[in-house]
């Protein structure tokens, strides 16, 4: 049936109704009402002759006496109709027929018309056993109007504060049940099973004071009935030997007569109804029961222990209303949530707070602390540290005041062992918990110098070890984003914490040392004050200067050396540092950049410094293009003629050579020298950079003019791939293409050259046919007749033949394709264009 709401007015005196069920032959008339007042509806009386009926216990007695009727149980029970008028009844047993029938019965009820109240607002409830109620009908048929109704002295506070003591183990799970069922018209009913009709009254008595006052006018319920499936009320209450319905998912049944239930109630609400009539409090429940936050206030205020997951609700409601909450209460609220002795290590009979009424607890500190006297704040905020610290919560940033003399002493006894254990604590990210933990420890006067070194080490790990695109989520004890260089929280430590400061500076001054270009990188903008300490750490100092342009490398090393403040030769690890930030992630310096820097720094300290090696490197890896590489590799094979391996020292000697080609210096035999180099170091060969720059350097030394028969025979003897290659390559490049289209005699020194030794080996005739084929014949086609007449003159003064194959080979048509091919050219050769 759907439910209507249960209005405020209060009407006239309700009208009443008696009913009796007399035994047969009594009177002649058998069941039926007795009075009906004037304002019942007739409509309604079916339906409320089947709310009243009563049927006995079961196991009653067939002929029960006087003194045992007054045993059986009372129908007391409030119900709704269907015009959404509520009837209030009582319904006891009157005695058995003769021969031993159903037991007889009267009811009496008052009938409320929808929208209605009892007199003077009353709860149903409270009319348990009144002397309104009567036991037979009014001998005159007429009841005397009722204008109040005297509550019974059954449900006076005392006694329903001793019988929730006596049903402790019941009283959450039955509230929890309850709301459920007074909030939902769905959700089922409530079946409470008693061995006294009078302590299902006292049931609903508890029920009724918990409820919202409206909820409560509303509760529809009965103290008794013989089969709960026929009753149709909100809460049922019936006997052991009642029907049961215990495996009907409809009802849910609390068997207060058997075992108390076990395990904790979810429904913090209910547990806290439950404390509060437990420690006889149902006063605090006259204001919004309901509301789970004011009513944990008041039973903290009232001194009644809660459990922690309403502690925290208590705690976080109260953050909310600090601003409107007089110091009076807040004391006594911080006196109940603080209650018992502060938690230290070894304590076993101290109760650490859950995790969410830590938070909670840690949020009211963070509203009350500095906004009222300390004496209200200074018991909550040392419980907050002391349980932050033990129970591994987020720990309080606290102010000096914050704490009492006594509290600090007491925290700073308790406390100092966790304190260090969790500083040195290697599971926990260094600037989160363990930071924190370290202000805390500041704050209480807890000497942790001997930790200092330790923790700074792995700070600085982590600072060099976290990238810059990591999450920027903050931990509620410190932290914050890598992408800033260095967490607030740390940057704050160091500006408070003289010993953290220089232990975190050696350790970032170490890391620089060995890894600066990362340690550089993360502290870019970070803020490091390290203008707190005025010297030392120059490795750290360096890491810190702002990158420059490219074009200024030189300038910028050396105002790194500027700021590290210590001279490479005092310190050669300086140089080591200032080199790798100014080259970074394998950059290496040019050839004049690596020159200066061994020259105006010595081989001295570039040995001391470990650099060497990048001096060496920038050698070997330097493009064909540098030309001060072969001046470089002279000095290097100057200044480390003695530490050299050999394959380092033999591709410095090309590099060398590649520097004294075509000056007075080079000597004789150049490509043999540079393949017998080559060959030397087979087992070990020379980087492809410099294997490339000796090939190319050759190359054009063969192009710059008439090449000496002997070299051009060994260049072609060789097959060398790479060295045919690059004088391929050059021969091809624009540099030779313009001394070809402006010099005849340049063009008789390359036919020359690319006539010469066929068949001495397949790859030199297949790279000499492609250049005379794709160079030198476009070249020649577009020399004007002056031009090729001043060749061929060149030719004839070289004589062998050289001007006869030139005129062959430059003749058009079949007979230049023979004389090609009758001059050697290999398979790649193409044929002249006719």
Partial sequence: ????????????????????????????????????????????????????????????????????????????????????????????????????????????????????????????????????????????????PVDRVEPSGLLRKEALVAFAVSRAGWLAPFFAELRAVAADPGAGQLV?????????????????????????????????????????????????????????????????????PAGPVADTWAEVCARVWRAGRPDLFHNNPEDLGPLA????VAGIDLRTDARAVAASWAAEQAGTLPDDTLTALVAGLCGGPVPHLGSRSTTLPGEAEQAALAVLLARLDGRVPASVSAPLAARVLASAVLARGPVPVLRAGSLTARAHDDLARDLAPALRAGIADTAEPAAGRPLALLRAADLLDVDCQDELPELAE???????????????????????????????????????HPGLRVALFGSLNTLAAAEPAAVARVLKGSGLPLDLQQSGFPH????????????????????LLRTAGVSPHADPAV???????????????????????????????????????????????ASPDDRDIPALAADLLRCFSMELGPSRRTALLLLEFTGVLGTGSEGEEWVGRVLDRMAGAAADPVPETVAERAFQALAWRLLEGTAPANELYA?????????????????????VGERLRTGPAYVADRFCDWSAFPGTHPAWDETRTVLLAKVLRPAVRALSVEQQGEVEAALDRAGRG????????????ALGRLAGRLSGRGRRAEQPDT
């Fill in 715 to 735: 260049l072609a003897r060789s097959g060398e791939p790479r060295l045919l290659a690059a004088y391929e390559r050059a021969a091809r490049s624009e540099r």
């Fill in 575 to 621: 140089l080591r540092t200032a080199l790798r930030l100014t080259w970074p992630g394998g950059e290496l310096p040019t050839g004049q950049e690596a020159s200066l820097l061994l020259k105006e720094l010595g081989s001295d300290s570039h040995r001391a410094a470990g650099t060497r090696e990048l001096l060496i490197e920038a050698a070997l890896a």
């Fill in 458 to 496: 792995r700070l600085g790990r982590e600072l060099v070890d976290t990238p810059a695109t990591h999450a920027t989520t903050t931990a509620p004890s410190g932290g914050g984003s890598p992408a800033d260089g260095c967490p607030p929280a740390l940057l704050d430590a160091v500006h408070t």
């Fill in 1 to 144: 049936m759907a439910r209507r709401e249960f209005g405020h007015r209060e009407g006239p005196a309700p009208a009443q109704l008696h009913y009796t069920s007399a035994p047969s032959g009594s009177d002649g008339s058998g069941s039926r009402f007795t009075v009906v007042g004037a304002e019942v509806p007739q409509g309604v009386l079916r339906e409320v002759e089947r709310l009243i009926a009563y049927e006995p216990p079961c196991d009653s007695p067939e002929r029960a006496e006087a003194e045992q009727l007054k045993g059986f149980p009372i129908a007391f029970g409030f119900s709704e109709l269907a015009d959404g008028g509520r009837l209030l009844s009582r319904s006891v047993c009157t005695g058995t027929d003769w021969a031993g029938g159903p037991v007889a019965f009267h009811a009496h009820a008052f009938l409320l018309p929808a929208g209605t109240r009892l007199p003077d607002g009353v709860l149903p409830i409270s009319t348990w056993e009144s002397p309104r109620w009567a036991d037979s009908a009014p001998p005159d048929g007429r009841p005397e």
């Fill in 540 to 559: 750290l100092r360096m890491c810190v200067v702002p990158a420059g342009s490219d074009d200024d490398r030189l300038d910028r090393f050396h105002g």
């Fill in 802 to 813: 050289k001007l006869d194959a030139f005129r062959t080979w430059n003749r058009p048509g």
């Fill in 297 to 300: 206030v008041a039973a903290l």
């Fill in 192 to 260: 409470v099973v008693e061995h006294d009709s009078a302590d299902v009254a006292r049931w609903i008595a508890l029920a009724c004071t918990v409820l919202p006052r409206e909820q409560a006018h509303r509760l529809t319920f009965t103290t008794y009935t013989r089969d709960p499936r026929q009753a149709r009320q909100q809460l049922v209450g019936v006997l052991p030997s009642s029907e049961s319905v215990g495996d009907d998912g409809r009802y849910r049944v609390h068997d207060c007569t058997g075992r108390r």
